[in-house]
């Protein structure tokens, strides 16, 4: 592949043809579409909100992901949860919705949920059992469920 067309693939442009870094965007975004579907969604909903934010997870874990933010990206995935396209569009949709309350407890201290006790504790648990989340995600729910329990 040659560089211009790594450059134009990334957003960036070395040359003077004229395209725009929304057509970058535009092409990342069906490239990321392609390799994870499921994934696809949950990251423009975060990207929203987080922009900088490579994915959702990253976003999640961030530590100057405020709480705000944190909340925002909870409903987003509260609706994804119900709305996604595939089953596995709803599944990961509902991790990233327990992701969210893990990281606001475990970084900033504050519950954004009104789930208590025995229902929080299961689905930190089960975030934190899940290999097809990242190791940041599955640490941060760790911290949560040890939250959880002290509360």
Do not use: C
Request: zero cysteines.
């Amino acid at each position: 592949m040659s560089k211009a067309h790594d450059d134009n693939m990334s957003g960036s442009s070395n040359h003077a043809s004229g395209s725009s870094p929304q057509l970058g965007d535009t092409l990342r975004w069906a490239f990321e579409l392609d390799t994870s579907p499921a994934l696809a969604g949950a990251t423009w909903l975060t990207r929203e909100i987080v922009p900088d934010a490579r994915d959702p997870f990253e976003a999640i874990v961030a530590a100057t992901t405020t709480v705000e933010a944190l909340e925002q990206l909870k409903s987003a995935y509260k609706m994804l949860r119900t709305t996604g396209a595939t089953a596995a569009e709803r599944s990961l949709a509902a991790r990233l919705y327990a992701a969210t309350i893990a990281a606001a407890l475990v970084r900033h201290g504050q519950l954004i949920t009104s789930q208590r006790g025995e229902a929080l504790a299961r689905a930190f648990s089960e975030l934190e059992a899940d290999t097809t989340m990242t190791d940041a995600i599955r640490a941060i729910a760790a911290q949560a469920l040890t939250a959880a329990r002290r509360a």
